[in-house]
């Protein structure tokens, strides 16, 4: 599967964007989806997951404790994409968002455990 993450920009403190990551070549509901970002000196860290393990009932969401309140992952498998809502955005959430897929069926925060990944968007927080 092929991943286009898209939606970064600049924002201001207290602001907001939503991030897409397309999916093409295969079908978001057939894998975990998750955020991963990483800042300038800094190693990529886990933002969200989105499991979808035999339909609706599996389709369970879990974040970071740094966005949790703010952030919220949800998809759409009729367009094949999976969506970060990103709320009260701070300087500190500045970093290169990546969009990933793991053909796991179970929540994972580890890089290891993606299987694909999508080319980043910058996402930048002005204080």
């Known amino acids: 599967v092929q991943l286009q993450a898209s939606g970064g920009g600049l924002v201001t403190s207290g602001g907001s964007l939503r991030l897409s990551c397309a999916a093409s070549?295969?079908?978001?509901?057939?894998?975990?989806m998750g955020w991963f970002r990483q800042s300038p000196g800094r190693e990529r860290e886990f933002v969200a997951a989105?499991?979808?393990?035999?339909?609706?009932?599996?389709?369970?969401?879990y974040y970071a404790e740094s966005v949790k309140g703010r952030f919220t992952i949800s998809r759409d498998n009729a367009k094949n994409t999976v969506y970060l809502q990103m709320n009260s955005l701070k300087p500190e959430d500045t970093a290169v968002y990546y969009c990933?897929?793991?053909?796991?069926?179970?929540?994972?925060?580890?890089?290891?455990?993606?299987?694909?990944w999508g080319q980043g968007t910058q996402v930048t927080v002005s204080s």
């Open positions: 990933a897929a793991s053909a796991q069926s179970r929540y994972s925060r580890q890089e290891h455990e993606y299987d694909y």
């Open positions: 070549g295969g079908t978001v509901t057939s894998y975990t």
């Open positions: 989105n499991t979808w393990s035999g339909g609706w009932s599996g389709n369970n969401r």
